[in-house]
């Protein structure tokens, strides 16, 4: 059984427990770590604490293979690349190569189907037109699905979120079996946006849900405030953050009728201004008053969006 929870323990104490998959923490780093936790560069906003996904009643192994580092249960896997500054000044070609190497490596240890990315990069708005970080990270990933033969229909859950310091990273879980992509009646699908948004649109899906040994899962992807296409409620804080809750709520309304079992364990919210941080956390404190919810400072895809927000269910 898959779970998630937040801890203020060290990433060396948390991986001493037998059933850790992987510790990700959040401060101003974004290196391969010694301790094994995956550095995300991010810094959350309160008290320091890393996130951990694990498995229950399973012993995990652990390895590296090209720059690739993984942890592994008997049906998932949890695979990390790291980006270099150096890296990240072309971070098309460097995402095209980093995404490459993850999905041979995921094919390789036998989970080929992965239903779980994120992505912190660097400076995510910089650039004009084409040229902007996000826009080339894009067309890098896409590159890379295409040379896998990855269909937009397989395009898994994912978060792309920018930090504040140097070098990226990539990781993802992966399973041993398929995972159904969800779309979201009210927006675009995310692989078909139109010209305006770059000339590769973002690949990836608006929630996965997996069922593992009997156990429904259910990822919903970095949601902001978009109907359709285009963003709404520019300037509005309050505004944008109705119109991503009820993006999220459509999206458990959608997989309860599919049948997904599964209830919400976790939230992440990322705020673009720290100033935000009191009305967001207000905010979700009312609407999901007992699920445990981290804040991190990060620059969200488009720099008219204050706020993304992902969720994990269990």
Same mark, same amino acid.
């Given at each position: ?9 060290? $990433? ?7 059933? @850790? ?8 780093? &974004?290196?391969?770590? !010694? ?12 008290? $320091? ?6 498995? #229950? ?10 720059? &690739? ?18 890296? &990240? ?19 390789? /240890? +036998?989970? !080929? ?13 910089? +650039? ?27 395009? $898994? ?37 139109? #010209? ?5 649109? !973002?690949?990836?899906?608006?929630? @996965? ?5 009997? /156990? ?6 970095? @949601? ?32 309860? /009728? ?20 009191? @009305? ?6 009312? #609407?999901?008053?007992?699920? $445990? ?17 992902? &969720?994990?269910?269990?």
């Amino acid at each position: 059984m898959l779970f998630n929870y937040f801890s203020s323990d060290s $990433p060396s104490d948390l991986y001493k427990l037998r059933e @850790t998959l992987a510790v990700v923490n959040f401060n101003t780093d &974004c290196v391969a770590s !010694p301790d094994g936790a995956i550095s995300s560069g991010l810094r959350i906003f309160g008290e $320091p604490v890393n996130e951990v996904w694990g498995i #229950r009643g399973e012993s995990i192994e652990h390895g590296q293979t090209g720059r &690739c580092s993984w942890r592994q249960s008997s049906e998932i896997i949890c695979a990390a690349i790291w980006l270099s500054a150096d890296e &990240c000044a072309d971070i098309e070609a460097s995402t095209q190569d980093a995404y490459a190497e993850i999905l041979a490596t995921l094919s390789s /240890q +036998g989970y !080929p189907y992965p239903f779980r990315f994120w992505n912190y990069i660097p400076k995510i708005n910089h +650039g004009d037109g084409d040229q902007e970080e996000y826009k080339k990270f894009c067309s890098g990933r896409l590159q890379a699905f295409r040379q896998t033969n990855l269909a937009e229909e397989s395009f $898994p859950a994912a978060s792309a979120l920018g930090h504040h310091t140097h070098g990226g990273v990539v990781y993802v879980l992966s399973s041993k079996h398929t995972g159904i992509h969800h779309k979201n009646q009210l927006q675009t699908d995310a692989y078909k946006y139109p #010209r305006q948004y770059g000339a590769n649109s !973002p690949s990836f899906a608006r929630a @996965t849900s997996i069922t593992v040994e009997n /156990q429904d899962l259910f990822f919903i992807s970095g @949601t902001a405030s978009i109907i359709g296409h285009k963003t709404m409620a520019v300037g509005d804080l309050k505004g944008q953050l109705d119109t991503t809750v009820n993006n999220i709520q459509h999206l458990i309304d959608h997989a309860k /009728q599919e049948g997904c079992a599964a209830s919400l364990k976790t939230i992440k919210a990322y705020i673009r201004h720290e100033q935000d941080l009191a @009305t967001c956390k207000a905010f979700l404190e009312t #609407r999901f008053p007992d699920t $445990p919810t981290i804040f991190l400072h990060a620059d969200v895809c488009r720099d008219d969006l204050l706020v993304e927000i992902e &969720c994990f269910f269990g």
